[in-house]
T-cell receptor, first 111, second 116 residues
Framework: GAGVSQSPSNKVTEKGKDVELRCDPI?????LYWYRQRLGQGLEFLIY????????KSGLPSDRFSAERTGESVSTLTIQRTQQEDSAVYLC?????????FGQGTRLTVV | SQKIEQNSEALNIQEGKTATLTCNYT??????LQWYRQDPGRGPVFLLL?????KEKRKERLKVTFDTTLKQSLFHITASQPADSATYLC???????????????FGQGTILTVHP
């Protein structure tokens, strides 16, 4: 596709359930980022993949959060045992050299 | 650790005036700084990039400066319009070695409102 695609666009889940968020980056982009944005807040770094290097997981807030990336392709962000504080927009971005291209985000609501 | 800060949470100006947004960083100067625009409910969109050895960069009504002495970048919108109202984010990319090479860190953003 022409841009970064994220699915689902909206997700409502019950507290305690697991959720999986998907990101399809722009083809050929070696770098992929996940950010979390709470209402009215800035972008909180979660995890960064660069090619075949080990990912930078330093932003993951707890061990309930994990992410995978298949080669230089699709990435999934998994949140286990969701809590209300996990409610936010989860943004994915990809880049090749410098500028990052963002998806529209997944709005997660934990009820 | 490398930090990046945007001092103003919000900026309100009148149409036609120049908006100036500030981005400050700590530690060593990054190879370049980036500026993005984010509209409500949307992902950020890249606007401009300025390199360490560039003092100024322009694109239409936008101008970015990079002062490595002050460790600061200024983002200007001249002849501002209500359509310029949005959140503006600056970002630095880690350009040291290791697994974090290329990692993008964003400031908290400045909400710009241009009043007609």
């Amino acid at each position: 596709g022409a841009g970064v695609s994220q699915s689902p666009s909206n997700k409502v889940t019950e507290k305690g359930k697991d959720v999986e968020l998907r990101c399809d980056p722009i083809s050929g982009h070696t770098a992929l980022y996940w950010y979390r944005q709470r209402l009215g807040q800035g972008l909180e770094f979660l995890i960064y993949f660069q090619g075949n290097s080990a990912p930078d997981k330093s932003g993951l807030p707890s061990d309930r959060f994990s992410a995978e990336r298949t080669g230089e392709s699709v990435s999934t962000l998994t949140i286990q045992r969701t809590q209300q504080e996990d409610s936010a927009v989860y943004l994915c971005a990809s880049s090749f050299r410098s500028e990052a291209f963002f998806g529209q985000g997944t709005r997660l609501t934990v009820v | 650790s490398q930090k990046i800060e945007q001092n103003s949470e919000a900026l309100n100006i009148q149409e036609g005036k120049t908006a100036t947004l500030t981005c400050n960083y700590t530690n060593y100067s990054p190879a370049y700084l980036q500026w993005y625009r984010q509209d409500p409910g949307r992902g950020p969109v890249f606007l401009l990039l300025i390199r360490e050895n560039e003092k100024e960069k322009r694109k239409e009504r936008l101008k970015v400066t990079f002062d490595t002495t002050l460790k600061q970048s200024l983002f200007h919108i001249t002849a501002s319009q209500p359509a310029d109202s949005a959140t503006y984010l600056c970002a630095r990319r880690r350009d040291a070695g290791g697994t974090s090479y290329g990692k993008l860190t964003f400031g908290q953003g400045t909400i710009l409102t241009v009043h007609p």
